[in-house]
């Protein structure tokens, strides 16, 4: 018999039997089904976690202060003072890998213009944090370098702060009340977005100068950041500045460190990690109903098989190959897969696009995932249904013709 009239019959055996071959199915559809929005939810989520990582700038590192230790307890990073503004400018200044160095200080605070205002973090820098962040400023200019070196009462807004404050009017050149303390806006960063620890635009940025001396009156640095001139150069900047720091602290050999530096490539490296992990946890824990429906398939298979003994008999005696019979059940098999594989993908698009929609989560539908899906449930058809057909095929034909 010719491969297209055993399609076609095992075709007529499926549809003969609508309901236990769409019930058959179920447990393929479902399969599919939840392999692709769970690696549709896995791979949204990754997606999500590295452009936000991306959005706190690239080939970062973030220098703190160290942990104080009074009477024996420990006051976790960023307790001791140990960072000064002349810290940042050294590193500026003898790290030629360093693209740039932003020093970095920040308060919160409320925020007045006119009867409206907005509490709000004041974040004190100077123009190089907007290259490390890689954040432009959409309307009107940042501040320079002399601003910064005068202590200027000048500041850009984020967006979050501009519309609270502002609504749809221009705030270019209008002064908001810090502290009893008028400053000037010269300039609204575009929209960031969230990150990691909040709304990015929900923001102030003055001079570092200005919130130290008019608005905290500290002498130290909350951090430093530090932009590599390239992501292959970060290492080398990271042991640079150490040794710089060390020197500078007058810390000995043997001695631990007051500051503590934050490598944001180790950082995006351990979050994707992380997120490839439960992306790949997500997929196995969902193929598991694949391999329940192929336990369905197999059922449904040696079913069949028993109640068509006398036909398997007949067919044989008429000359029918044992090949023949093999060929025919893997078919029937293999169109409960492949048909229950091709509702699954739609099912598992639509779970997918619901998810989305419903629960505000990062989703991406990958064509990795649909054909990953798609193949394992054609896989499990044949696996699954081989049993059942070699059984089919090993009978002997005069058994079969006596079996009531």
Known sequence: MDLISTIEMSYKVLVQNKMRSILTMLGIIIGVGAVIAMLSVGTGAKKAIMDRMSSLGNNILQIFPGSANERGVHGGWGSRTSLKEVDALAIKKEITSAAYVAPMVSTQSQVIYGNQNWNTRIQGSNIDFLEIRDWKVESGVPFNEQEVRDAAKVCIIG?????????????????????????????????????????????????????????????????????????????????????????????GAGKDDDFQIMNMA????????????????????????????????????LVSVTERTREIGIRMAVGAKRFDVLLQFIIEALMLSLFGGIIGICVGVIVSILIATLAKWAIFVSPGSIFLSFGFAIAIGVFFGYYPARRAADMDPIEALRYE
């Open 159 to 251: 967006k979050t702060v501009a519309e609270n404050l502002f609504g749809s009017a221009d705030p270019i050149g209008k002064n908001v009340r810090v502290n009893k303390m008028q400053f000037k806006i010269v300039g609204v960063l575009e929209k960031k977005g969230s990150g990691f620890g909040g709304d990015q635009d929900d923001t102030i940025l003055a001079p570092y100068t200005t919130v130290m001396k008019r608005l905290t009156g500290v002498t130290f640095l909350n951090n430093i950041q530090v932009s590599a001139v390239s992501s292959d150069a970060i290492a080398l900047v990271q042991q640079q500045v150490t040794e710089l720091l060390r020197q500078r602290h007058r810390i």
């Open 266 to 301: 180790d950082i995006m490296a351990a979050a994707t990690s992380m997120a490839t992990t439960m992306t790949m946890l997500l997929g196995s824990v969902a193929s598991v109903s694949l391999l329940v429906g192929g336990i369905g398939i197999m059922n449904i298979m």
